[in-house]
């Protein structure tokens, strides 16, 4: 993560922390889009995702202060993000279930890319693909999250996240090659 975006964050944890006035109002300007974008991916919902957001900024308001490394704010409000879509998710569809298909072994390969011209098609295939492959795109790409980062956020080994993040790729390949983007092979 960009070190400029990691001092901007430790800042804002530190003002919330100090109790400064307007600092909770800096922090969700700052936050709530991303964290709301992530929330309906992960849920496939954005009226979902709103509630969800709701109980996360309750929980941030009330844990901030507990924050001990103020430079790992935006991990510790994508660890919440994730927590409570997750919570929502468990009461619609049982956990076991979802991961149950997930057994594969992570294979080498060579990355695929995708083309920016059609940010729209990128964000729709997005939705297409199954929430254990979409969040680890979500926060590798849109956040620029690392492995290790990612697998804090999501609570799983790095290696599963490498494997979801092979998959994923994938899979958007394919959505995207189905609608005519990019090249095929």
């Known amino acids: 993560m960009d070190t400029v975006v ?6 804002l944890a530190l ?10 109002k800096d922090l969700v300007h700052v936050m709530e889009r991303p964290l709301l974008y992530y929330a309906a991916k992960l849920l496939g919902n954005e009226e979902r995702a709103v509630d969800v957001l709701q109980d996360v900024w309750i929980r941030v308001f009330r844990g901030i202060g507990k924050v ?16 409570i879509s997750i919570d ?12 149950e298909a997930h057994s594969e072994q ?8 995708f083309d920016n011209e059609d940010a729209a098609a990128v964000h729709r295939a997005l939705d297409q693909i199954d929430l254990r492959y979409r969040e ?9 999250f690392s492995v290790a980062e990612i ?6 080994p790095e290696g599963t ?25």
């Open 136 to 144: 680890v795109l979500v926060l590798h790409f849109l956040e620029d």
């Open 161 to 185: 996240v490498k494997s979801r993040m092979y998959h994923a790729k994938k899979a958007m390949k394919e959505i995207l090659l189905r609608g005519g983007y990019g090249t095929k092979q």
């Open 151 to 156: 697998a804090a956020v999501v609570g799983c």
């Open 15 to 24: 003002r919330c922390q100090s109790g400064e006035p307007d600092a909770f």
């Open 68 to 83: 001990k490394d103020p430079a790992s704010l935006r991990s510790w409000l994508y660890r919440i993000t994730y927590g």
């Open 88 to 99: 929502c998710i468990r009461r619609d569809v049982s956990r076991a279930r979802a991961e």
């Open 106 to 113: 992570f294979e080498e390969t060579a990355d695929f890319s």
């Open 6 to 11: 990691r001092a901007q964050d430790e800042w």
